[in-house]
């Protein structure tokens, strides 16, 4: 059965979508069958596995809205050998039409439970807000990762993300929890990084990965070729992190 992850953090720009396209090929590297759920209507994590979201026949939209199956939406990404669920401006749609519905926010979940078998993990990729996308990724996850980057407000946001998780996990989702902690764009050489990364440690304990994803150009640069960094340069310290995360992540979810 899939483990669920929902990634993450109502901050744009803290690494959430790097971390799904990179999390999900590292497992795929590792032999695990990996579905990847975009739903951020911006797309990125679709861009970032090669499919044009312009182009897409069908989308997660369909999906939440019942107007598609999962076979039709489905994906297989190539050459990263993980499975997508595609998003586009459409979700703008689907996220209006949950609000007015009683049981909007688990839509999703209901989708996922048949695909459920297929899957050793299913990632979420969540929008930078915590909008009814956000509680629909909530209610059908197991576990969030929260991507975090260690500067001065990073602790601030996360406070809303927790009560949001904590009223989730009381109503909707009672198997909810806080999977991990990942620190992205860390800069071990910058003392304000490790001075939120200590008081990160402090607060969450061993829910923060010992994984850190460094700055690295070539996490940034593989998106606009459509690949994960392991498919882009396989080498470089970003994939490396993140094949190191996908051990931690395993060994954490044996
Ligand atoms: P989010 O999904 O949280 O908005 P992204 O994953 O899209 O964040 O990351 C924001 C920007 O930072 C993107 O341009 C991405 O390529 C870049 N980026 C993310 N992680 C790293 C990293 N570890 N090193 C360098 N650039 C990164
Ligand atoms: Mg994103």
């Known amino acids: ?17 790097t971390t799904c396209v990179n999390l999900a090929a590292s497992l795929v590297a590792m032999k695990r069958k990996v579905l990847l759920i975009d739903l951020d ?21 369909d999906l939440l809205l019942g107007e598609a199956s999962l076979e039709q939406i489905c994906i297989r ?17 689907a996220e209006v039409q949950l609000l007015q519905q009683g049981d909007g926010g688990v839509s999703l979940k209901k989708e996922l439970a ?4 297929q899957y050793d993990f ?59 902690l990942l620190r992205t764009m860390y800069d071990p050489r910058n003392s304000l990084t490790r001075d939120v990364s200590a008081q990160l440690t402090e607060h969450f304990g061993d829910k923060v990965y010992s994984t850190v994803i ?23 310290k970003g994939s490396l992190a993140y094949l190191a995360l996908a051990g931690e992540v395993t060994r954490r979810n044996p």
Do not use: W
């Not at 990404?77 to 749609?93: C, F, I, K, S, V």
């Not at 979420?124 to 909530?138: E, F, G, Q």
């Not at 260690?150 to 909707?172: D, K, V």
């Not at 690295?216 to 498919?231: C, I, K, T, W, Y």
């Open 122 to 180: 299913i990632l979420i990729d969540c929008p930078p807000s915590l909008n009814m996308l956000t509680v629909n990724a909530l209610a059908a996850a197991q576990g969030v990762i929260i991507p975090v980057q260690c500067e001065y407000y990073a602790l601030e946001g996360l406070s809303s993300l927790m009560e949001t998780i904590q009223q989730i996990g009381g109503g909707i989702n009672p198997e909810l929890q806080v999977e991990g």
């Open 114 to 117: 048949a695909l459920k078998p």
């Open 41 to 61: 209507p911006q797309g990125n994590a679709t861009m970032g596995s090669g499919v044009d979201k312009h182009n897409c026949e069908h989308s997660v939209c």
């Open 214 to 236: 460094p700055r690295n150009v070539r996490l940034a640069e593989a998106p606009s070729h459509g690949l994960p960094a392991l498919a882009y340069d396989e080498k470089s």
């Open 77 to 93: 990404t190539d050459p990263a050998g993980y499975d997508l669920l595609p998003a586009n401006a459409e979700l703008t749609t």
């Open 1 to 17: 059965m899939a483990r669920i992850f929902a990634i993450t953090n109502q901050k744009g720009g803290v690494g959430k979508t």
